[in-house]
């Protein structure tokens, strides 16, 4: 398919520099009351690079009711480029907002707008050690930020020399482990009580996703990096570390002509799931991978999923082409399909209420 740049540019830029140009605040106002947002999710859709069409989406588990563009449509604000992740803390919503550098910050209850943080790069993902701390991660900052949830004020940073790209991350105890994923092949460890990473733990390349079972191990994904002048792809790998002895202690090897993405735990902390082509299930006493996915790939891009931390429902996104609006199927915990509905552009990430 062949675009028209220049028109894409006369379209974009007067959006990107009037966003720019506004304060948020200016662009608030009176649009519709969503009704109150019960139990259920909110869809992250990252929208097209440089486009800024991210948008939230809701989904109501018990209704099977969809809002869209409920960003947008609550406060008359554009959620701005690349809509990456999403947290929720004591009844508020932090949306992390890629390409725009900032955080957004909403009531989850009706997803009125009440604040942001600014200030920063490129963030990715952000973790809560307390009600007034928090710790954001960066695709080129080379550091990890620290700032004030309540206040929204950056507090400090934490400098990650040699790894410019940090990603997700996994509390055990006082420490913080955080994967640095674009041609990388490392999870940093960071002191809470004193912001300083005290160890590094070598991983397969690009680690990505981190999450922490039911025994206080931490696993992560690392999908092998990409070709580039110079730099030879390495092995998938899903991989177990305690966290004790900062040492990886199992491993798996995963398709290499495919991405791992977009690793999940399921509620009681017992089942890990991921992507690569279909949806692959492991449990963490299992000792093999098995050789056939949980769900197969057929004819679906997927894109990202994530489990219910209740039900164990998983949901699971199409992103179609990348250019129309995706498709989130809703399965049981055993596979049986439940319901599928449209959201907006790239639905990248979940976050239940």
């Known amino acids: 398919m062949t675009f028209n740049t220049s028109k894409i540019a006369l379209l974009v830029i007067p959006l990107l520099l009037l ?60 959620l701005g480029d690349v809509a990456q992740s999403m947290v929720i803390r004591n009844n508020l919503g932090y949306i992390v907002v890629n390409n725009s550098g900032k955080i957004y910050i909403i009531n989850t209850s009706n997803g009125k707008y009440t604040g942001k943080i600014t200030g920063l790069i490129s963030p990715r993902y952000i973790h809560f050690s307390g009600d007034e701390k928090a710790y954001i991660t960066d695709l080129y900052a080379g550091k990890i930020t620290i700032v004030n949830p309540i206040t929204y004020q950056i507090k400090g940073s934490i400098a990650t020399p040699g790894h410019a790209s940090t990603e997700q991350m996994v509390q055990w105890g006082d420490f913080l482990f955080v994967s640095c994923w674009s041609y990388d092949d490392t999870i940093l460890v960071i002191d809470t009580r004193t912001d300083a990473v005290v160890d590094e733990i070598k991983t397969g390349k690009q680690p990505r996703g981190l999450v922490l079972d039911k025994y206080n191990k931490i696993w992560t994904l690392s999908d092998g990096g990409w070709t580039k ?23 798996y090897t995963l398709l290499a002509d495919a991405k791992p993405s977009h690793l999940a735990i399921n509620g009681t902390r017992d089942t890990l799931i991921f992507i690569n082509k279909g949806v692959w299930k492991l449990g963490v006493n299992q000792q093999t991978m098995g050789d056939h996915p949980f769900l197969a ?16 429902e998983l949901y699971l ?37």
């Open 19 to 78: 966003s720019a140009c506004m304060k948020d605040d200016e662009w608030i106002k009176s649009h519709q009351t969503v009704d109150f947002l019960s139990s259920g999710l909110f869809i992250i859709n990252e929208g097209n690079f440089m486009y800024g069409n991210a948008s939230l989406s809701f989904y109501n588990a018990a209704t099977k009711n969809v809002i869209n563009d409920l960003f947008y449509n609550t406060n008359g604000l554009p």
């Open 229 to 251: 002048s110079g730099t030879n792809p390495g092995i998938p790998l899903l991989q177990r570390i305690d966290p004790v002895s900062r040492t990886v202690d199992k491993n």
């Open 317 to 353: 996104s199409d992103a179609i082409d990348y250019q129309q609006r995706g498709i989130i199927y809703r399965y049981s915990a055993l596979g049986a399909k439940i319901d599928s509905f449209k959201t907006g552009i790239i639905p990248g990430s979940f976050c239940f209420k």
């Open 297 to 312: 790939g057929d004819s679906h891009l997927y894109y990202s999923l994530d489990i219910d931390p209740v039900t164990s």
